[in-house]
Each structure stands twice: as structure tokens, then as C-alpha cells.
């Protein structure tokens, strides 16, 4: 049985699951599995905000290591 997490989402982990249903929308859109398989792969804007996305959800805003 899986165990659910309590805690509120922040701001960030939001944005992030925002970013998600973008990203996983444009690869459906365009019948790719992932973003590798696409034309625009290095200069995708929404793919770039995703990693930014996924780096805010790990740092919480802070510059610097992250804490895994």
C-alpha cells in the first residue's frame, strides 16, 4: 500500500507539476515518448523551463548544492 504524503506542495513543487501536464501535453501533441526525440530538443523554451522547474523544486529557490 502506497503512503500519502501530507505535507502541502510549495510553491515550487506546484509550478513543477504545472510544467509536467505542459511537457507531457507538447509530447503527446507531437506522438514523442520524450523530449530526446524531437526536433527541438536544445532549443525548446517549454523543455528549458521544465529543467529550470525541476532545479527550483530541488533547490526551493536557493542558489547552490542541492540536498537529496
Given at each position: 500500500?502506497?503512503?500519502?504524503?501530507?505535507?502541502?506542495?510549495d510553491?515550487?513543487?506546484?509550478?513543477?507539476?504545472?510544467?509536467?501536464?505542459?511537457?507531457?501535453?507538447?509530447q503527446?501533441?507531437?506522438?514523442?515518448?520524450?523530449?530526446?526525440?524531437?526536433?527541438l530538443?536544445?532549443?525548446?523554451?517549454?523543455?528549458?523551463?521544465?529543467?529550470k522547474?525541476?532545479?527550483?523544486?530541488m533547490?526551493?529557490?536557493d542558489?547552490?548544492?542541492?540536498?537529496?
Amino acid at each position: 500500500m502506497q503512503e500519502i504524503d501530507s505535507k502541502e506542495k510549495d510553491r515550487f513543487e506546484v509550478y513543477l507539476d504545472q510544467m509536467v501536464v505542459k511537457l507531457q501535453s507538447c509530447q503527446k501533441d507531437k506522438n514523442h515518448k520524450s523530449c530526446s526525440a524531437c526536433d527541438l530538443y536544445f532549443t525548446c523554451e517549454l523543455r528549458s523551463e521544465y529543467v529550470k522547474a525541476v532545479y527550483g523544486s530541488m533547490s526551493k529557490g536557493d542558489t547552490g548544492g542541492f540536498e537529496f
